[in-house]
Nanobody, 124 residues
């Protein structure tokens, strides 16, 4: 039932920053974990970040640790990904994901519901 709409992607030079947004509709947003994945041409889909229902617990993939920050605003039914120190290897379609439980583990251990994605391109 949940529908996800991503935005905020674009073209940025290496070392720059972007802030991705995902707005959810169709179910009670505050009850579920949310997350971000990415997929580049010729590569497997990669986990980026997850956040629990309250926003107090977060978990990051190896490529995101130290550079990216996930957050959420339950009043706006939105989850965000702040991306800093971007590298060309970060170029990918970034996909918003909705979990089936409040814990962030429902994102990394289960099969979430996907958004359509937003393109991030980092030039060298």
């Amino acid at each position: 039932q949940v529908q996800l709409a991503e935005s905020g992607g674009g073209l940025v030079q290496a070392g720059g920053s972007l802030r991705l947004s995902c707005v959810a509709s169709g179910r009670t947003f505050s009850s579920y974990a949310m997350g971000w994945f990415r997929q580049a041409p010729g590569k497997e889909r990669e986990f980026v970040a997850a956040i629990n229902w309250s926003g107090h617990s977060t978990y990051y993939g190896d490529s995101a640790t130290g550079r990216f920050t996930i957050s959420r605003d339950n009043e706006k039914n939105a989850v965000y990904l702040e991306m800093n120190s971007l590298k060309p290897d970060d170029t990918a379609v970034y996909l918003c994901a909705a979990g089936s439980a409040p814990q962030w583990s429902s994102i990394v251990q289960g099969v979430p519901t996907w958004g359509q994605g937003t393109q991030v391109t980092v030039s060298p």
